[in-house]
């Protein structure tokens, strides 16, 4: 399950990069006269919001319960 989390989280944070990075090249010289930026700025932000929590979830090592004999 682990590792589900970390190759969808690395997904999403590509995914997200090239949203932000299509935010950025639409982003007109004059300053904001339309919200194409926003419609690509907000849905990358969230995508890389999720997917960095799904790396930090799948990263983090498991917690290991000692049972056996000497336990």
């Known amino acids: 399950m682990r590792r589900l989390a970390i190759v969808l989280g690395w997904i999403l944070l590509v995914f997200a990069g090239g949203l932000i990075l299509l935010a ?3 982003w007109p ?18 995508f890389a ?4 929590a799904l790396l930090w979830w799948g990263g983090r090592p498991a917690k290991v319960c000692p049972t056996g004999p000497d336990k």
């Open 24 to 26: 950025i090249a639409s």
């Open 29 to 46: 010289p004059g300053g904001l006269m339309f919200a194409l930026p926003f419609v690509f700025l907000m849905p990358g932000v969230l």
């Open 49 to 52: 919001l999720i997917g960095g």
